[in-house]
């Protein structure tokens, strides 16, 4: 059985010592560097964008997991993919034409990723399920690090993975939003296989013991 994918989120790190973060990144377990643009519409805050990008693309070593919380994502398809996205999620809530954005994000050489608020039910999915790489389950409310999770994010997760064996679908579920050591081994349970973790990380003690710990936290159980 596969361990869980690990994606810390920079939004968490220190960004005046951006290299000596990255640097740790990569020396790390973890699998991708979650990468979270906030255009101060979609959500209440604004984060970072393409010359942060630039910066982190120079440094970091593990590929991009780009998370964006923004309002017309297809206007920037290309430049994130342009500046090294492995992959891209956009908000189901933000995309009117959701198979287009998805299927462009393909074309793009990356992987297709969906980011559903807590509110947004999974049943919008069923029937764009063959163009998505990825679910990124929103366990808070998108726009800032260090929230609380949402407990009902769990049986959402059960949900989506019956809905992804009844259609066949090998997409990953990806979690984000107050994940630590205290609930990542329910989420794998329930179904889960990628774990976004910003505060648990960073705000470690040790960040390289966190997510090794993290790496290592219980395997979801077979279904
Ligand atoms: C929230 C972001 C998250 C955030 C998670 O809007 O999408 O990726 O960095 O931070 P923690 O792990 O601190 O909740
Ligand atoms: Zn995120």
């Known amino acids: 059985m596969n361990r869980p994918l690990i994606a810390p989120s920079l939004l968490a790190a220190d960004f005046a ?12 377990e973890a699998d991708y560097l979650h990468f979270d643009v906030m255009d101060g519409e979609f959500v209440p805050n604004i984060s970072f964008g393409f010359p942060i990008l630039e910066a982190v693309r120079r ?13 017309q994502p297809d ?25 287009r954005t998805l299927s462009r994000i393909r074309e793009l050489g990356c992987q297709a990723g969906v980011a559903l608020n807590p509110h947004t039910p999974i049943t919008g999915l069923e029937d764009v399920l063959e163009q998505i790489d990825v679910v990124l389950i ?3 409310n998108p726009g800032f690090g260090g929230q609380s999770f ?4 769990l049986p959402k ?3 989506l993975k019956q809905l992804l064996i009844a259609n066949r679908s090998s997409a990953r579920i990806e979690v984000d939003g107050g994940v630590g050591l205290n ?3 329910a989420l794998l349970d329930a179904g889960a296989d990628t774990l976004v973790a910003g505060s648990s990380v960073f705000g470690a003690h040790d960040p390289l013991e966190a997510i090794r710990q993290l790496k290592n936290s219980r395997q979801p159980m077979e279904v």
């Open 17 to 28: 010592n951006l290299q000596r973060e990255l640097e740790l990144i990569n020396r790390s």
């Open 59 to 71: 440094h970091c070593q593990k590929p991009l997991d780009v998370h964006l919380m923004i309002e």
């Open 75 to 99: 206007r920037y398809l290309d430049d994130f993919a342009k500046g090294g996205a492995e992959v891209i999620h956009v908000h189901y809530e933000a995309c009117t034409h959701l198979h």
């Open 138 to 140: 929103m366990s808070v």
């Open 150 to 153: 949402i407990p009902r994010t």
């Open 157 to 159: 997760i059960k949900r």
């Open 183 to 185: 609930n990542a081994s």
